[in-house]
């Protein structure tokens, strides 16, 4: 069964950085996609940041230039490190990875902004 742990949220003021980590276990090959979502209180879920099987990586516009998106594929370890953090990214952070065409999502870790 794949299961996703996410670590590393926490509360840092504006202008900071954190750096989050997602540990997926259970997979058989290497994931078609991994990516990390966001979701705020009274907003729908959305997309921060992909990257595919081959590296190929995408962003949302709110993300472009502060975060990026990397892995470990030795030790099936996603990452997102946030950088010039603002309190509009203050959210819940969770980590999906698709594998054999099922989605699959870590609970979420806390992110919060604020000064």
């Known amino acids: 069964q794949v299961q996703l742990v996410e670590s590393g949220g926490g509360a840092v003021q504006p202008g900071g950085s954190l750096r989050l980590s997602c540990t997926v276990s259970?997979?058989?090959?290497?994931?078609?996609?991994m990516g990390w979502y966001r979701q705020a209180p009274g907003k729908q879920r959305e997309l921060v940041a992909t990257?595919?099987?081959?590296?190929?990586?995408n962003y949302a516009n709110s993300a472009k230039g502060r975060f990026t998106i990397s892995r470990d594929e030795a030790n099936n370890t996603l990452f997102l490190q946030m950088d010039s953090l603002k309190l509009e990214d203050a959210a819940v952070y969770h980590c999906?990875?698709?594998?054999?065409?099922?989605?699959?999502w870590g609970r979420g870790i806390q992110v919060a902004v604020s000064s």
């Open positions: 990257i595919a099987r081959y590296g190929n990586t």
């Open positions: 999906h990875v698709v594998h054999f065409g099922s989605d699959y």
């Open positions: 259970g997979l058989v090959f290497a994931p078609s996609a």
